[in-house]
């Protein structure tokens, strides 16, 4: 018996560790990990069922720390929305979010990156 306990622990921790947790977003605006030439004024993510507003936050970091943000909403898709007030700097970027979707009430959190290659003039 110990022995077939032994075989089987390995196998189901692997199982564990291969397979990947659920996330509810399925695309995003800047996409995820792209190179953005223009100068982005939103950010939309997109998920599997609509989400809860009331109980989401987004929020955008950048080189120079978090970015001021206005108005999340949906705009009647599975999605949610909101405005970047300043002009972002060239560099690295990082959407966290968090939101409910649907009808499950599991609370999800996430990160997309992107990052910011603008000409300056």
Do not use: K
């Not at 989401?56 to 720390?65: A, F, H, V």
């Amino acid at each position: 018996m110990h022995r077939i306990l032994l075989a089987v622990i390995p196998i189901l921790l692997a199982a564990c560790v291969n397979e990947p947790e659920y996330t509810p977003i399925i695309n995003s605006e800047p996409v995820a990990d792209s190179i953005q030439t223009r100068m982005p004024r939103t950010l939309r993510l997109y998920y599997d069922a609509l989400p809860d507003v009331e109980r989401s936050s987004l929020s955008l970091i950048g080189p120079g720390g978090e970015v001021e943000l206005r108005g999340l909403h949906t705009m009647a898709a599975d999605d949610l929305m909101i405005e970047i007030m300043e002009p972002l700097a060239n560099g690295d970027y990082a959407v966290h979010w968090t939101t409910i979707v649907g009808a499950d009430p599991a609370e999800y959190t996430g990160e997309v990156r992107f990052q910011v290659q603008v000409e300056q003039r």
